[in-house]
Structures are given as C-alpha cells and as structure tokens.
T-cell receptor, first 112, second 114 residues
Framework: GESVGLHLPTLSVQEGDNSIINCAYS??????FIWYKQESGKGPQFIID?????DKRQGQRVTVLLNKTVKHLSLQIAATQPGDSAVYFC???????????FGAGTRLFVKA | EAQVTQNPRYLITVTGKKLTVTCSQN?????MSWYRQDPGLGLRQIYY???????DKGDVPEGYKVSRKEKRNFPLILESPSPNQTSLYFC?????????????FGPGTRLTVL
C-alpha cells in the first residue's frame, strides 16, 4: 500500500553546516510532495513543495530534490541555524485523490 | 490574520462521554481535514472534506464523526471516546485539495481519555 517513510528518526548537525533529511515513498503515481516543519507545541508548517514533473526546487535556504526513479525525496537546509531545530515531515498528496500521507518525521537537532 | 483555530486546546475526559473539537478557518478554503498525531506514527488522516456537505474517510476514521455544514467550520465528534483516542489532533485547511496546494494547520488539541 501507500506509505511515506523516513530513513532516520533523528539528525544532529552543527550550526552553520548543511542538513539533509531524506524520505522514501512507495506510490509511483504520487505527483505532489510537501515538506513540513513542526516546532514543539505547534502544528506543522509548510516549508516547500515539489510536483512530480520537477527534479529540484529551491526556496530560501531550503532545496527539495525528487528522484522518481528510486522514489526518494530529500530536504536540504543550507547553513543550519538553531531555529531550524524541529521535526520535519515529508508528505505525499495528489495521485488523483485528496488524501495526504505523512511520514513518521525526522527530528533535527542543531548544535551550537 | 489568516489562520486555523481549534478549541479546546487541551481536554481531559472520561471514556464514553461525547465530545466535540471545533475547527474554524478564515481563508475561504474548500478543503479541510482532521489528523491525529501519535509518537512514532506521524500524522494520520481521520476525515477530510472537499467542500460543504462533502466528507470522506481518511486512514483512521473509526470512532470519529465529522460534519461540514458551513465552509469555515469542520468539527470533529467523538460519540463515545475511548482511551486509544488519546492523542494530539490537528485540523488543516487548503484550497481545492492537498494534491494541489499546501495545507495550513491549526495549533492542535491535546486530548486525554481516561
């Protein structure tokens, strides 16, 4: 069945370094992917999205890469800051339906 | 300010006592959805609504009901809560659908069922 999974539950990086958070999905028909950031005590917040007709999309300090061949996407955060500490979720939407499937999340720790 | 609001934010109740968690959005979004978040499981979709009077089951609908009588409101109803419904609940809304647009999430409702 459909699933969206993450390779690592936690990631620890030094402040100023780049962070890479990975995500795998199983539904090859998925056509829309989103990364959300969830800070403690808050709801998920949109970071960046990408559609299946793209391989890469850049935002402010963030880049999402999509590899449809291996059904994998990643979130890259440049010059990671303490404020980036949070749980990051990848989510899958589309596929002709209106459900959203979330991965289990990766907790990012930023060391000062 | 564009936002999704939920009430209450915290609730402790007992098994079998009916409760309703309200959700309201002021962005004129057609799509609204409820999720529950449990440790290690991420967010799982309970119910969603594509527009007024149109609702559909998500992945974990058992024990829950919803209604969409107005565009801005999407209450979540637990007719007979049980301890396994202790969780953190999020309401979200978006334009036509999550497959085409990002969802905006409320602040969450932490429910404990004793």
């Amino acid at each position: 069945g459909e699933s969206v999974g993450l390779h690592l539950p936690t990631l620890s990086v030094q402040e100023g370094d780049n962070s890479i958070i990975n995500c795998a999905y199983s539904n090859s028909a998925s056509d829309y992917f989103i990364w959300y950031k969830q800070e403690s005590g808050k709801g998920p917040q949109f970071i960046i999205d990408i559609r299946s007709n793209m391989d890469k999309r850049q935002g402010q300090r963030v880049t999402v890469l999509l590899n449809k061949t291996v059904k994998h996407l990643s979130l890259q955060i440049a010059a990671t800051q303490p404020g980036d500490s949070a749980v990051y979720f990848c989510a899958e939407g589309g596929s002709g339906g209106f459900k959203t499937i979330f991965g289990a999340g990766t907790r990012l720790f930023v060391k000062a | 300010e564009a936002q999704v609001t939920q009430n209450p934010r915290y609730l402790i109740t007992v098994t079998g006592k009916k409760l309703t968690v309200t959700c309201s959005q002021n962005m004129n979004h057609e799509y609204m959805s409820w999720y529950r978040q449990d440790p290690g499981l991420g967010l799982r979709q309970i119910y969603y609504s594509m527009n007024v009077e149109v609702t559909d089951k998500g992945d974990v609908p058992e024990g829950y009901k919803v209604s969409r009588k107005e565009k801005r409101n999407f209450p979540l109803i637990l007719e007979s809560p049980s301890p396994n419904q202790t969780s953190l609940y999020f309401c979200a809304s978006s334009l036509p659908g999550p497959g085409t647009d990002t969802q905006y999430f409320g602040p969450g409702t932490r429910l404990t069922v004793l």
